[in-house]
């Protein structure tokens, strides 16, 4: 089963900043499996990045994904206020089917 | 407008069981995998399991097995999880996997409350 970590938990930046979020794989995956997201409070999750480094559709071009085998990181140029929230990353593999998530990053106003 | 819409809030006493329902709007239902996700009061995100687009195919996360059962007819899917206990008290999401494998869809949330 592929654990992925996170970090850091708490990321504190103001709006303009740059925000850059990391997450590792207990071992090395397949990029077309991982995706992330974000999450508001009271709200469902919302796709972000598929693929690894693929824009899911109406997500702002600020937001960019990348990395390979175990590392893997998100990255918010310019941060605007709304896009302070939660982040996770998620992992799926095909067999058997199964999904894991990390654990999140909080993303925080300065 | 792709929607997914949950049933409502449920309140249970622990060794009950709960079934939580999600219909879908304005995609091709039938065609996809759903898979349900919960999350813990201040926690994170957990995958419980999926079903296959004809119904006839699922897998549970080990946690659940035994406990968990996911269904769906031509408009719903449902998640039932039997033997609760607090620890359940939670927001139970549904959510639409593409071919891809990621969620694009994803229902508002039914709070699932277990307390004696």
């Known amino acids: 089963e592929v654990v992925l970590t996170q970090s850091p938990i708490t990321l504190s930046l103001s709006p303009g900043e740059r925000a850059t979020l990391s997450c590792r794989a207990s071992?090395?995956?397949?990029?077309?499996?991982l995706a992330w997201y974000q999450q508001k409070s009271g709200q469902p999750p919302r796709l972000l990045i598929y693929?690894?480094?693929g824009r899911a559709t109406g997500v702002p071009d600020r937001f960019s994904g990348g990395g390979s085998g175990t590392d893997f990181t998100l990255t918010i140029t310019r941060l605007e206020p709304e896009d302070f929230a939660v982040y996770y990353c998620?992992?799926?593999?095909?067999?058997?089917?199964?999904?894991?998530f990390g654990q999140g990053t909080k993303l925080e106003i300065k | 407008q792709v929607h997914l819409v949950q049933s409502g809030a449920e309140v249970k006493k622990p060794g009950a069981s709960v079934k939580v329902a999600c219909r879908a709007f304005?995609?091709?239902?039938?065609?996809?995998?759903m898979q349900w996700v919960r999350q813990a009061p201040g926690q994170g995100l957990e995958w419980m399991g999926l079903?296959?687009?004809?119904?006839?195919g699922t897998a549970y996360a080990q946690k659940f097995q035994g406990r968990v059962s996911m269904t769906r007819d031509t408009s719903t899917v449902y998640m039932e999880l039997s033997r609760l206990r607090s620890e359940d008290t939670a927001v139970y999401y549904c959510?639409?996997?593409?071919?891809?494998?990621?969620?694009?869809?994803w229902g508002q949330g039914t709070l699932v409350t277990v307390s004696s």
């Open positions: 998620q992992h799926f593999g095909s067999s058997p089917p199964r999904y894991t």
């Open positions: 071992q090395s995956v397949n990029i077309k499996y």
């Open positions: 693929g690894a480094s």
């Open positions: 304005g995609f091709s239902f039938t065609s996809d995998y």
């Open positions: 959510a639409r996997i593409t071919s891809a494998g990621p969620n694009d869809y």
């Open positions: 079903i296959n687009p004809s119904g006839d």
